[in-house]
């Protein structure tokens, strides 16, 4: 049973560029959800997908978008980078009902 | 916005000791998660609790959920340096999608 890996690990990226975070799901899970973490802050949902269809959104504006691929791994993808972007990325996979897996995150510096 | 809310946001223990925290929440729920988060790296699973159980133990771990106030703890018995991390609740709101909403956090220190 593998667990979820993100990629890459640590990023750092110029304001107003785009930046492209990638997850695979564990084995079994088919929802994969992304949140953004803020430095002392608890984790805030971006979106959910299902079976490949966002399922779900949180506050957060368009230009925060995301796929998921037949085989469940995601990608979150983000336009126009601000500074108040810097933050902690994290993805996690479940199967509906149960906890969350979770991946080591992706630290984004923006500058 | 914050769905859960966890007390203490610090809690500083010597090794031995047990540590408590509680999680009040807002709205109606399936479920409620406690996680585990160290140096700011990717969250550890816990425990699950559904919203028709009242209480379950996992190792040295113990959760009760009472929904008639909102609100969970969690109890670590004899803590241990290891257990030094932040700890936050997440609950699976009743309704559409399965979201699962995170509160603030509690850093417990746990003193050798």
């Known amino acids: 049973e593998t667990g979820v890996t993100q990629s890459p690990t640590h990023l750092i990226k110029t304001r107003g560029q785009q930046v492209t975070l990638r997850c695979s799901s564990q084995?079994?899970?088919?929802?994969v959800s992304w949140y953004q973490q803020a430095l002392g802050q608890g984790p805030q949902f971006i979106f959910q997908?299902?079976?490949?269809?966002?399922?779900g959104r949180g506050n957060f504006p368009p230009r925060f978008s995301g796929l998921q691929f037949p085989n469940y791994s995601s990608e979150l993808n983000v336009n126009a980078l601000e500074l108040d972007d810097s933050a902690l990325y994290l993805c996690?996979?479940?199967?509906?009902?149960?906890?969350?897996?979770f991946g080591s995150g992706t630290r984004l510096t923006v500058v | 916005s914050q769905q859960g809310e966890e007390d203490p946001q610090a809690l500083s223990i010597q090794e031995g000791e047990n540590a408590t925290m509680n999680c009040s929440y807002k709205?109606?729920?399936?479920?409620l998660q406690w996680y585990r988060q160290n140096s700011g790296r990717g969250l550890v699973h816990l425990i699950l609790?559904?919203?028709?159980?009242r209480e379950k133990h996992s190792g040295r771990l113990r959760v009760t959920l009472d929904t008639s106030k909102k609100s969970s703890s969690l109890l670590i018995t004899a803590s241990r340096a290891a257990d030094t991390a932040s700890y936050f609740c997440?609950?699976?709101?009743?309704?559409?999608?399965?979201?699962?909403?995170f509160g603030t956090g509690t850093k417990l220190q746990v003193i050798p």
């Open positions: 084995s079994g899970h088919n929802t």
């Open positions: 997908y299902y079976r490949e269809e966002e399922n």
């Open positions: 609790i559904r919203s028709n159980e």
């Open positions: 996690a996979s479940s199967y509906p009902g149960d906890g969350y897996t």
């Open positions: 709205t109606s729920i399936n479920n």
């Open positions: 997440a609950t699976d709101v009743t309704g559409g999608y399965q979201k699962v909403t």
